[in-house]
């Protein structure tokens, strides 16, 4: 059976106060292009189909119409919440929806039912994990022990009635231990929402969403496809596409990539104003200048966008600008704890170690703040 990967449309987006919409119609098209040349039998969605939890109109009328061109095709759509979205608003209708091939994740209660479509192989199960936090899966399995995100994930799937000898397949939106991550994504500090790919071991494939550069996590049956479209400047020489998987008998598994090209690209260029004014070619792209010039440049804003109409951002790097040094890296940050990175503050500001009934203290007090946030 073959079926198309998708997932971190961000329906609604607005990167640097501009509008993507008209960007994400033309992309939409791009990939409708694709399932009418691949003629998949389903489209996975694994969440973040919006940008915010309350999408404006103009996002919800073009995810309709998006649908509803699935719908045309007879092309089974199965769908998931991710944590920028409202799962209950994108829920509303699911029940209906069914009769147009539409699935999509109901909030989650505890148990999941899969959506069960049929080839010349047999049965394939494929199961639909919404975004969860460890907080919202406690109460639903007390006994479980559960602490933490791969806890909350184990106990889920555990809790699906698979059965290992047909083809199974789940759509997830979680951060998987050991992925890569970009400036666009809303990853906690420390990796405390960090998840091991060993609690998906019973799965054919793991169509991952959350993470917004394309790549597998170990071998091709664990992968996330990517966003369709760059949505910061981080994402820049990502190579955006389409995943084509399919799985024929169990344990055959092909992965394709259709290549996405988009309306406007996003790119940083990098030279004086002279050289980006006067030797620069006129581009619709999405740009980030960045000058070298040891003074500003009067009215620089104004008078690039004659050759770069779509510039987004316009930043320095000279002598000035390379005085101001980061004590901390981004990928620093993001290999410690949140306690850890609260002594390190600590220990600067007072010049001494935090005591051991301070720390403790400063635990409790991030846990709450974390339960409160979830």
Not at 168 to 188: D, K, M, W, Y
Not at 244 to 261: D, M, Q, S
Not at 308 to 320: A, K
């Amino acid at each position: 059976m073959k079926f198309i990967h998708l997932s971190d449309l961000h329906i609604g987006k607005r990167v640097n106060e501009i509008s993507m919409i008209d960007d994400q119609k033309y992309i939409f098209n791009k990939i409708l292009e694709i399932i009418d040349s691949e003629e998949p039998k389903a489209v996975l969605v694994s969440g973040d189909v919006y940008d915010t939890g309350v999408p404006s109109a103009e996002a919800v009328l073009l995810f309709n119409d998006f649908l509803c061109e699935l719908a045309k095709r007879k092309i089974e759509v199965i769908i998931i919440s991710g944590n920028h979205d409202n799962a209950a608003r994108l829920a509303f209708g699911e029940s209906l929806m069914e009769r147009a091939g539409v699935h999509i994740s109901p909030v989650y209660k505890g148990s999941v039912k899969p959506v069960v479509l049929s080839d010349e192989y047999g049965k394939i199960n494929f199961w639909m994990l919404p975004f969860i936090k460890p907080i919202h899966i406690k109460g639903l399995f007390p006994e479980a022990g559960i602490e933490s995100y791969t806890d909350a994930c184990r106990a889920a799937i555990e809790n699906m009635d698979i059965n290992p000898a047909e083809r199974n397949v789940v759509l997830a939106h979680q951060f998987v231990t050991g992925a890569e991550t970009c400036e666009s994504e809303e990853i906690s500090v420390g990796g405390t929402d960090n998840v091991s790919a060993e609690v998906f071991a019973p799965f054919d494939y793991v169509a991952l969403g959350h993470l917004h550069g394309p790549q597998n996590i170990g071998s091709n049956k664990i992968r996330y496809c990517g966003t369709p479209l760059k949505y910061s400047f981080s994402e820049r020489n990502h190579h955006k596409s389409v995943t084509v998987a399919e799985i024929r008998e169990k344990g055959n598994l092909e992965i394709r990539l259709v290549p996405l090209i988009p309306k406007h690209d996003m790119r940083r260029i990098k030279g004086t104003f002279e050289q980006l004014y006067s030797a620069g070619s006129y581009s619709e792209d999405y740009i980030h200048a960045v000058l070298t010039d040891e003074d500003d440049i009067p009215e620089a804003v104004g008078r690039l966008r004659d050759i770069y109409p779509n510039m987004m951002i316009l930043t320095y790097e000279n002598t000035r600008t390379s005085r101001n040094q980061t004590i901390d890296s981004a990928e620093d940050v993001q290999q410690k704890s949140p306690i850890e990175l609260f002594e390190e503050f600590y220990c600067r500001q007072n010049n001494r170690e935090m005591s051991a009934e301070q720390k403790k203290f400063a635990e409790e007090l991030i846990e709450s703040i974390r339960e409160e946030k979830a």
